[in-house]
């Protein structure tokens, strides 16, 4: 069990890249959207993170959870992806969790929550008064986690293939 004590959060450094990669599987594992390839749907959630790491645009940030282990060892836990929105109704600058994920081994033990929690104290800090965040309607676990920090539905999208 990770002891959240442990636990730093910090900027995205270049050596993170093979990190955050590795753990972009792990958002197709329980649950996939509808008449999507998995090939693209990693690729999708790649992209813009590649772009980040290219980029490094100021306004946006991501940020490595890690701990030192018995051994002393560094080991990273997790990331958060933040990116600043804008509402489609009210026109407003709001926050946006694009990615969150953590490694199997850091799965309840709070640092979820922990990475929310740094992104709440991200977008206070650039002014915004909300956040926004997407996640797979069949993901019904995630979905839950969400709501259970005081999140709700907002919009729901649906999507329909059509056939030739």
Do not use: C
């Not at 002891?3 to 993170?16: H, K, S, Y």
């Not at 753990?23 to 996939?32: D, G, S, T, V, Y």
């Amino acid at each position: 069990m990770i002891d959240l004590a442990t636990v730093q959060i910090r900027p995205f450094e270049t050596g993170d890249r093979n990190f955050i990669l590795s753990l972009i599987p792990r958002f197709i594992e329980k649950a996939m959207p509808p008449g999507r390839a998995p090939i693209q749907v990693i690729a999708g959630i790649e992209r813009p993170l590649l772009d980040f790491m290219e980029e490094r645009p100021p306004i946006h940030a991501l940020l490595i959870a890690e701990h030192t282990t018995i051994e002393n060892k560094t080991q990273r836990l997790g990331f958060i992806y933040l990116q600043p929105q804008v509402d489609g109704f009210s026109r407003e600058r709001h926050g946006h969790v694009s990615d969150i994920a953590i490694t199997a081994e850091a799965e309840g033990s709070g640092l979820g929550r922990l990475l929310m929690a740094e992104a709440e104290l991200w977008a206070r800090t650039k002014g915004y008064r909300f956040l926004t965040l997407n996640a797979f309607a069949a993901n019904g676990a995630v979905r839950r986690w969400y709501e259970d920090q005081g999140y709700e539905p907002d919009m729901v999208r649906y999507f329909k293939p059509l056939t030739q």
